[in-house]
């Protein structure tokens, strides 16, 4: 009993932890800095949180199969040890939150505002994310760079203009929403996500970022993707019955075919 | 035996004479605890359910299977579940397993019984409260239970029910499966209020002579500061349900913002913020995570310091950890809401806290290992179940450590990921718990033994189950599978990433795993009506003083004879005596004088 308890405790503490440090699994692919940063921190934990489940969970193993009651003797009448205790008190507490501390920049560059990183914005893109159930809109600004007004009293899905963006005000006439989202290759992205009726959540796995897009608030998130490809967007909060089939696509594109893009979809106002 | 005892005249209430005072409306804390038992495990039942119905649906989301038809008319028709009904049933499943079996027996259930017994007193301090917490407990899951037979069926906003999808009936099929789940959630936090304010005073007043803070058993450490904990955090969701409740039935926009426009219809509300919700449920949510593993962790400590025949070790650290672990649990509840569009600096501070936590988690796991270390383990079943629960907790609580850095958790959040920490480290740790607590206690509770082979095996069959089921889900969130998707046909990335194959392995875990809880159900009601009788009031030879009473306990505990405690709960082989462990309540020269 103990020699098996013992044995199958080791086996699946082994059995858990090989497939996290080979990747058996891996990480999906990586597109910006941002997310091969997270990575790292992801991976260093990994080490950390591996080294402390495999001491604890071996040596709950072998306590087990080691101290049976079939051993001569009486158990020793041990009642604790102070240095033991500081020891991994202090192990725990300076790992644990050195991991913290590490991984804060990390996440603070992709959700704190363009002063706060320094990050040069004259030709950041901007896009504009609604989520409702269950589409994405992208909406883009346009050649003027503004966005129009909108007024929830235009939305109306069936003629094509979900976000009620406003046609006849000048900043809003070339505004183009589309389904899906083109961005360059190798230029900074600034998202203004937000929702139309319940929380939505938007998340690209390969730009390691997601966050809610909650109805009356504007959320911020940047990224800047180096590798051009077809990313799927997915929502990440629960909204409602078609939760599960709300999706898009993020097309990573090489500066002049994403200025075709833009030209095309010009072209479709008209 | 040298116990000391003293007579007095304690109890209040006279003994029952009819059925009814007897065993319904009971004001016994003993009955009320078996009761609170009673609700669980048929909580636990329906909840496991409906959890293989979602397993169902993940790995078969097209096959229309002729049972279900017969079973859900409306929500499997043609025998295939539809969208809303998986959501439906995976809201469900939470709630019951969250509210009607993590917080009801493990604190409700085996608190109720056995901490008044523990310290020495005939009942908890307000009986009659104790049967209203009892009672409305009941009404609570009754009216849960009614939302699956109500016009629109289930709520399917999940357990978290974060508005505006659970405020709006625009937003979903409508119906008021919604509504009574609020008024549900609401009678239950009032149950667990009362409950609380008896647990508290009973610990803080009735204590026996001699039984000092420091003297106390850990469970009853776990299931005071639980009851600290429930105190206040249940009053604040029990106001954020009556909130949400005037949203959905008064008109009022406490959660609602204005210019929401559902499926073309202009919502008029205006002026609220759905993340004030998330803001009042998680500060309550945390603090329940504890509330549903800290007795838990009471009985882990307890049961391995037993059948160990060796003291706590770190008995003091034990202690101080619980009183950190409670505290510090109203200070993360930020790290559910990384992704809600918070402030990173308040996310900073949040996760800080959060991995502040994972210092007396890590203490109570080497404490837990250094109590095994150099004894002499009796592996009995509860011996088992407990260590199972100590390699469940280390499992579910490392990848908290994952979770609780935004930087890691802005790419699992909402993922398989987070499924499987909280499932392994406040679902079937406490269970584990749990069950360690019913075959310890069950001789002492109804006289009867337990089959002691029947529950090996199940301890073995579901020991590797929850890993089988649990595990693989990890992997699922490295690939990215968001949660709460009835099926992963309509994402490109999960079925190249092999997620049907994982989801298949974890269905199939699942019915083994869930076929041998019915092992246990046999084994429990077989017990209970034909297991073998004895009348031993010590067979575990253990040390707290619901050993020293009769088995099963007397309707005052103690006949009158009150022990005096005069040694620490756990003296276990302590030289120079010539039984390995010494009572409480034995003689003061029985060990030498040692308090921890």
């Known amino acids: 009993m103990a020699f098996l308890l013992g044995l199958l405790i080791w086996f699946i503490a082994i059995a858990l932890a090989v497939p996290f440090v080979t990747q058996w699994w891996p990480l999906p692919d990586t597109i910006t800095e941002h997310a091969r940063q997270v990575d790292a921190q992801y991976n260093l934990t990994v080490w950390v949180t591996g080294v402390i489940f495999l001491i604890a969970q071996l040596a709950l193993g072998y306590a087990v199969f080691k101290f049976g009651s079939n051993r001569p003797g009486r158990a020793s009448h041990v009642r604790g040890n102070d240095r033991w205790e500081l020891l991994w008190t202090t192990a725990a507490t300076v790992l644990f939150i050195g991991l913290t501390f ?38 883009y600004a346009g050649r003027d760079g503004k966005f129009g007004p909108t007024d929830i009293k235009l939305m109306d899905d069936s003629i094509g203009n979900a976000l009620g963006v406003d046609r006849d005000h000048a900043d809003g006439k070339d505004d183009i929403i589309v389904p899906r989202m083109a961005v360059p290759v190798n230029r900074e992205v600034e998202l203004m996500l937000k929702s139309k009726d319940v929380l939505h959540n938007f998340f690209v796995p390969e730009l390691r970022i997601k966050l809610d897009t909650v109805p009356g608030i504007t959320g911020t998130l940047r990224f800047k993707a180096d590798k051009t490809g077809t990313y799927e967007i997915v929502c990440s909060e629960l909204c409602g019955l078609g939760h599960y089939k709300m999706r898009s696509f993020l097309d990573v594109m090489e500066p002049d075919a994403y200025e075709k893009w833009l030209v095309d979809q010009e072209s479709f106002l008209e | 035996m040298t116990e000391v005892a003293e007579h007095v005249e304690v109890h209040r209430h006279p003994l029952p004479t009819s059925f009814i005072t007897k065993y319904i409306f009971s004001v016994d804390h003993k009955v009320i605890g078996i009761q609170y038992m009673l609700l669980a495990l048929v909580a636990a039942f329906v ?26 008319p409306v929500g499997a028709p043609d025998g295939v579940m539809t969208p809303e009904f998986y959501l439906a049933m995976l809201t469900m499943h939470g709630t019951i397993m969250v509210f009607m079996v993590l917080t009801t027996a493990p604190q409700g259930g085996f608190g109720n019984y ?56 625009e937003a979903t099929i409508g119906g008021y499966g919604q509504d009574l789940w609020i008024l549900s959630i609401a009678l239950f936090c009032i149950g667990s209020l009362l409950g609380a304010l008896n647990f508290i005073v009973t610990t803080l007043h009735l204590r026996t002579k001699g039984l000092t803070m420091m003297r106390l058993p ?12 429930g105190l206040l955090a249940f009053g604040v969701l029990l106001s954020a349900g009556a909130l949400l409740l005037m949203d959905r039935m008064a008109g009022t ?25 998330q803001h009042l449920f998680w500060f309550f949510g945390h603090p329940e995570v504890y509330i549903a593993i800290l007795p838990g962790m009471g009985v882990t400590s307890h049961i391995l310091s037993t059948f160990s025949r060796k003291p706590v070790f770190g008995y003091k650290a034990m202690v101080y950890a619980i009183l950190a672990i409670g505290g510090l649990g109203f200070v993360v509840w930020g790290h559910h809401m990384f992704v809600s569009g918070m402030s990173p600096y308040s996310a900073f501070v949040f996760s800080i806290l959060t991995m502040v936590i994972g210092v007396p988690s890590a203490i109570k796991t080497f404490n837990w290992i250094g109590t095994l270390w150099g004894g002499r383990i009796r592996f009995a079943s509860p011996m088992l179940y407990s260590i199972g629960f100590v390699s469940l907790f280390v499992t579910g609580g490392i990848s908290g450590i994952f979770l609780g850095q935004p930087t890691i958790d802005l790419f699992f959040h909402d993922t398989y990921f987070v499924v499987a920490h909280f499932h392994l480290i406040m679902g079937v740790a406490a269970i584990f718990g749990m069950f360690s607590g019913m075959t310890f206690w069950f001789p002492k509770m109804f006289g009867r033994l337990m089959n002691e082979g029947l529950n090996k095996v199940h301890f073995w069959i579901t020991f590797a189950g929850v890993y089988a089921i649990f595990g693989p889900m990890h992997y699922l969130g490295i690939i990215a599978h968001p949660r709460r998707y009835a099926e992963t046909t309509s994402v490109d990335y999960l079925a190249a ?49 619901e050993w020293v009473t009769s088995t099963p306990p007397a309707h005052d505990n103690f006949e009158g004879k009150i022990p005096i405690v005069n040694h620490g709960p756990y003296e276990f082989s302590v030289p120079g005596n010539e039984r390995d462990f010494v009572m409480q309540c034995n003689a003061p020269d029985a060990a030498p004088a040692q308090d921890h």
Request: negative net charge.
């Open chain 2, 47 to 72: 909840g496991m359910g409906l959890s293989l119905l979602v397993r169902i649906r993940l790995v078969w989301p097209a096959e229309p299977f002729g049972l279900l038809e017969t079973l859900f």
């Open chain 2, 114 to 169: 056995i901490l008044p017994i523990q310290v020495g007193a005939a009942d908890m301090a307000f009986p009659t409260l104790n049967m209203l917490s009892f009672w409305t407990t009941f009404l609570s899951f009754m009216a849960l239970m009614a939302a699956f037979f109500v016009q629109g069926g289930a709520p399917i906003s999940g357990w978290t029910a974060y508005p505006p999808l659970s405020a709006l009936n």
């Open chain 2, 253 to 277: 926009s406490f959660f609602i913002p204005g210019g929401l426009v559902v499926n073309d219809v202009i919502i008029d509300h205006t002026g609220g913020s759905p993340i004030l919700w």
């Open chain 1, 102 to 139: 590490m991984g804060y920049t990390v996440w603070a560059e992709a959700r704190f505002t363009e002063a706060a990183t320094a990050r040069p914005a004259d030709d950041r893109l901007i896009v504009e994310v609604v989520g409702q159930q269950f589409v994405w809109n992208m909406r």
């Open chain 2, 218 to 229: 850990l469970t009853v450490w776990t299931w005071f500061v639980t009851a600290i904990l």
């Open chain 2, 497 to 545: 990433a092999g997620a049907n194959e994982l989801h298949y392995f974890i269905t199939i875990a699942a019915m083994v795993t869930i076929a041998a809880q019915f092992l246990f159900l046999f084994n429990f009601v077989w017990s209970l009506l034909k297991g073998k009788v004895t009348t031993d009031p010590n067979p575990w030879e253990a040390t707290t003083l």
